[in-house]
């Protein structure tokens, strides 16, 4: 029962932005939408979060659709040190829920970053 | 410093040889939870533990042991290693409604 789908791989090129589509069709009304990286065989990497309102740190931004089924991680100015797997998952707010504890990664997009 | 940590890093065994995967945080999180990493899989859960004494399965627990003693500690037992087990595992943990933090990984071979 996967809950998020990513397409496998995308291309940008340095300099330009990278939008990482995510779908999350099924999401329910207290579940977060999450993002993570992963480089080479790293442990992965927090980069962002969000619930229904767009949000913007240091390294990315998340568009969330206003029906919450699905949104895109935006790495404004992209770089070679971006090459990574990104991966979207969604995860309840609170302990109580389902989808709190057993989490579901799938296989994430891998983003190239060219010269 | 806030981290997971994993030990070992890098584990060879042979068939049925019991082992186990240490992952221990510093920050106080109620929240862990194993995965393994195999190519073309992703990241796959293997369990995960609410707070001390709470473990549950995950998707691929077949074959795996945790225990959850002390609210830092989470270790990851494999009684009897098979080959199929040979894969990176990660560990990690959270507060609740926070983000993963996560652990180096550990690269078992089973031979």
């Known amino acids: 029962d996967a809950k998020t789908t990513q397409p496998p791989s995308m291309d940008c090129a340095e300099g330009r932005a990278a939008n990482l589509p995510c779908n999350h069709s099924?999401?329910?009304?207290?579940?977060?939408v999450y993002w993570y990286r992963q480089i080479h065989s790293q442990g992965p990497q927090y980069i962002i979060h969000?619930?229904?309102n767009n949000e913007t740190n240091e390294m990315a931004s998340l568009i969330i659709t206003e029906d919450r089924k699905s949104s895109t991680l935006i790495l404004p100015h992209a770089t070679l040190r971006d090459t990574a797997v990104y991966y979207c998952?969604?995860?309840?707010?609170?302990?109580?829920?389902?989808?709190?504890?057993?989490?579901?990664f799938g296989q994430g997009t891998i983003l190239t970053v060219h010269p | 410093e806030a981290q997971v940590t994993q030990n070992p890093r890098y584990l060879i065994t042979v068939t049925g040889k019991k082992l186990t995967v240490t992952c221990s945080q510093n920050?106080?999180?109620?929240?862990m939870s194993w995965y393994r990493q195999d190519p073309g899989l992703g990241l796959r859960q293997i369990y995960y533990?609410?707070?001390?004494?709470?473990?549950d399965k995950g998707d691929v627990p077949e074959g795996y042991k945790v225990s959850r003693k002390e609210k830092r500690n989470f270790p990851l037992i494999l009684e009897s290693p098979s080959p199929n087990q040979t894969s990176l595992y990660f560990c990690a943990s959270s507060l609740m409604n926070s983000p993963l933090h996560f652990g180096n990984g550990t690269r078992l071979t089973v031979t």
């Open positions: 920050m106080n999180h109620e929240y």
């Open positions: 969000g619930l229904k």
């Open positions: 099924t999401i329910s009304g207290n579940e977060y």
């Open positions: 533990s609410m707070n001390v004494e709470v473990t």
């Open positions: 998952i969604v995860r309840g707010a609170n302990a109580g829920g389902t989808s709190y504890g057993k989490l579901t």
